[in-house]
């Protein structure tokens, strides 16, 4: 079962580049989710969707943009890649009855040079 | 201040002995609580959740809630090295955007 499919598995960025990860999962989950980790802090919500159609913003937003087409892809772009976003990008989702119970992907490693 | 706070560790229990990570938070409204388990490199997957007060067993892991201290903890039975792994509380309140906020996880080393 492929669940949470993300897209490059990492990625080596110049500054000022900009970037599209990819997010795609067949759970047919509402809720879908984009986080950052980082050494010492932990996952950091970027941005959220809790259904086709609309998006929130997360803990981190800043230099972030995501949309959500349909249920099932929901992709991050960086418009203008800055140093201070090298780090694990994470997508999850969630069903609905259940938002507390993330299911993640494998994890996207940026590096922005 | 994080709302959800974890000891970072690392914390480290020999093979067989009882692990015990401590979660704390701040908001008395938090409704549902999770255990993510985070391998080194892989991304965090779900082992525990709890909504009541008490404590809930699932095989070698026993999850304690107790909402009027405001700490939720992970015990860890017969602890064995693949135990080894980032463990991540997360907690989840009553209304707002329903998506749980994460501590900063505690290493956990099971030395053989």
Sequence with gaps: TAGITQAPTSQIL??????????????????MYWYRQDLGLGL????????????GKGEVPDGYSVSR?????????????????TSVYFCASSDRRNTGELFFGEGSRLTVL | ????????????????????????????????FFWYRQY????????????????????????????ASQYVSLLIRDSQPSDSATYLCAVKVLGGSYIPTFGRGTSLIVHP
């Design chain 1, 14 to 31: 110049a500054a000022g580049r900009s970037m599209t990860l990819r997010c795609t999962q067949d759970m047919r989950h509402n809720a």
């Design chain 2, 40 to 67: 080194s490199g892989k991304s965090p997957e779900l082992i525990m959740s709890i909504y009541s007060n008490g404590d809930k067993e699932d095989g070698r892991f026993t999850a304690q809630l107790n909402k």
């Design chain 1, 44 to 55: 950091r919500l970027i941005h959220y969707s809790n259904t086709a159609g609309t998006t």
């Design chain 2, 1 to 32: 201040q994080k709302e959800v706070e974890q000891n970072s560790g690392p914390l480290s229990v020999p093979e067989g002995a009882i692990a015990s990570l401590n979660c704390t938070y701040s908001d008395r409204g938090s409704q549902s």
């Design chain 1, 69 to 85: 087409a349909n249920t099932d892809d929901f992709p991050l772009t960086l418009a203008s890649a800055v140093p201070s976003q």
